[in-house]
Every structure is written in C-alpha cells, then in structure tokens.
C-alpha cells in the first residue's frame, strides 16, 4: 500500500511493469529513460499501473493540502447549512448520535451573528458553552467556537454596540480555560497547551480593546431622545429589558435621570422577569416606607435567572425531529408544520443534546 504521508521521499519515482519485472521510470531528460520499450507488459497493465500510480499521487497531494488548512487556525469547518436531522439514538436507516459539537458545526452561527435579531442568542449559547460544555466539543468543534466568537469581537468592535455583553462572555471564557489548563488539567482540551495557552492571550488582548472603546457621539443635529415628551421617554424605557441599561441611559442625561429612577418603571421591570411569590420573598421597603423596586430587582437577579426574550431562535420539529432557525423552511411532511415547531432558548439547545 503506498505511503500517503508528508515524508522527505515524496513525491517519489514513476515504476513501470514489465516482463522482466518491475523497472525505474525517469524523465526523458534525465538520460536514463528505459529505452526498451518492447520488454514492457501490454498496454492494457501498463495503462492500468499508472492510472493507480497517478490516483496514489493525487490521494498524498490531497493529503497534503488538507494538512495545511488544518494547519491554519482561522479555517472553518462548518457547512452552513439551514437545518439538520437531530437524531438521539441508531435506527436501521441511521447509526450514531447527534451531538452538540456536531449540531454546531453544521448550522449557520457564523452567519447569524450578522442578524441582529440573532446575535443575543448566539452569544448567550457562546456563554453557556464556555462555562460548562467546552470541553464536550470536538477539536473542531472548539476551534470553530473562537473562530464565531473572534467575528463576534470584530463586530464589536466596528460597530461599538453590545459591549457590556461581550465583555461578560470573554470573562467567562477566560475564566473557564484557566479552570481547565491549571487545575483540572490540559487533558480536558483537545490541541497543545501552548494552542489553549496562546488563545488566552487573545482573549486578553480582546478585553483591552473592548476596554479601551471610545464611543463618538454621531455628527446628528436632529431630533434626539431627550426632544421628545416625557411620556414617549418613558415608554422608550418601558422597552428595555435590562436594568442595567436603564441605568447607564440615566447617566447620560440629567433630565433622563429623573426618569430612570421611576417606581413604576422598575416595578413593570421586576414583574416582567419574576414571579409574585419570588417578589414576594425579596421585598425591599425605602426610607418612606414603599417598596424600593430599583433595589428589589437587582437583589432579584443575584438570587433567580432573568427572563430571557431573543428575536429569532432555534426550532425544534417535533414531527421530523429537524432543527432549524424559525422562518426557515425545512423538509417536513407534517400537514402543518408550524404547529410542530417548538422554540428552543439557548439552554434547551444545550439540553437537546444531553443523552
């Protein structure tokens, strides 16, 4: 069987078959070229000799081409495709498990990062996968995650908006892999230590750049947030989900301010994310003897998870067992198939895979 291999003998020389046995075949300039042509077997065993040499030789070139793009950190392995069957046990017509590596592999989360009813979502299942999946994914799996969470960066970085949530996910990361290179070990991570170790430089190098961001006021002499009536501002507010962004949006402005700390805007906040009996375990009274519902809802969050809203989501066919982004047709031979399709939060993705 040929040698298919990088190896200082390749490509090696062309041998011919002939009736007395098997003979060197050089190039006409190398003056050994085998001039007897009439000791070479028909031409029937010749052409089929060299027809298999000729695939041996395509098949290491091949090889060898593969080897470099493996070499390549960057290279992407994902197929970009729309759906996938999500199959949990072996079947006469299918063998094997789907898993979380392969599920993310094979759908688009390189391009959904760019739809920005999306990019919450892929970065809140980056997180869940840094703090506690990272190490069930492949060695292609893992290097396709820093591939989606450097363009995340990029992202970012050009067009300066989420910044608080990235930073988040490359704290977690990065609090993740020293966990995992120091104290449980390198075995844990498929690749060289130095590999891991190299990419947590990176995520160093990204935290300063997110840290040293300087957002430029746009060159608008319009209408602003502050022109329009309070009650319009208000109802602006009523649209934020996160109460830490109320707060930074009360620092901008004095005027702002007055409004962020409105009771009634904080008090729609908390029932939004939590229930009345987990309110009701946390309540809070202010100097005046009211509910302090600004300081409620950030005990609220210490204690119980936040109501997650995404604008776009995975969905799972209950029908077909198909995985797919919501809006996106897939093959289904369910009568109505968006009666089968259930939403799946970030962490149900993650769970879809636990066998």
């Known amino acids: 069987m040929p040698f298919l291999g990088q190896d200082w003998r390749s490509p090696g020389q062309s041998w011919v078959k002939t009736a007395d046995g098997w003979k060197r075949f050089l190039d006409e300039k190398s003056g050994s070229f085998v001039s007897d042509l009439s000791s070479y077997c028909n031409k029937e065993v010749y052409n089929k000799e060299n027809l298999f040499n000729s695939l041996n030789y395509d098949i290491a070139a091949k090889k060898r081409k593969k080897d470099i793009l493996n070499s390549k950190t960057k290279t992407q392995y994902f197929h970009q495709e729309k759906w996938i069957y999500v199959h949990k046990g072996s079947t006469k017509e299918r063998h094997g498990y789907c898993t979380l590596g392969e599920a993310f592999n094979r759908l688009d989360f390189s391009t959904a990062i760019l739809d920005s009813r999306r990019f919450n979502y892929v970065v809140r299942l980056l997180e869940l996968i840094a703090k506690s999946q990272l190490t069930s994914l492949s060695g292609i799996a893992q290097k396709n995650f820093m591939n989606i969470l450097e363009k995340v960066v990029l992202k970012v970085l050009e067009d300066q908006q989420n910044i608080r949530l990235i930073r988040e996910l490359l704290q977690t990361l990065y609090t993740s892999l020293c966990t995992l290179v120091q104290r449980v070990g390198k075995s844990v991570l498929v690749g060289n230590i130095n590999m891991w170790v190299y990419r947590m430089e990176t995520i160093l190098h990204w935290q300063q750049q997110l840290n040293n961001i300087q957002i430029t006021r746009p ?126 939060s970030p962490q149900d993705f993650i769970n879809l895979f636990k066998f």
């Open 219 to 344: 060159a608008f002499k319009g209408l602003t947030l502050t022109d329009l009536p309070l009650c319009l501002q208000l109802n602006i507010m009523q649209r934020l989900s996160d109460g830490r962004d109320l707060v930074s949006l009360g620092q901008a402005a004095p005027d702002l301010h007055v409004l962020s700390e409105d009771r009634l805007l904080w008090k729609k906040l908390c029932q939004y994310h939590f229930s009345e009996r987990q309110i009701r375990k946390r309540l809070i009274l202010s100097d005046k003897g009211q509910l302090d519902w600004k300081k409620m809802y950030f005990k609220l969050i210490r204690c119980y998870p936040r109501k997650e809203q995404y604008g776009d989501t995975l969905q799972l066919c209950r029908h077909c067992h198909i995985l797919s982004w919501k809006g996106t047709d897939h093959p289904c031979t369910a009568n109505n198939p968006e009666s089968c399709s259930v939403s799946l």
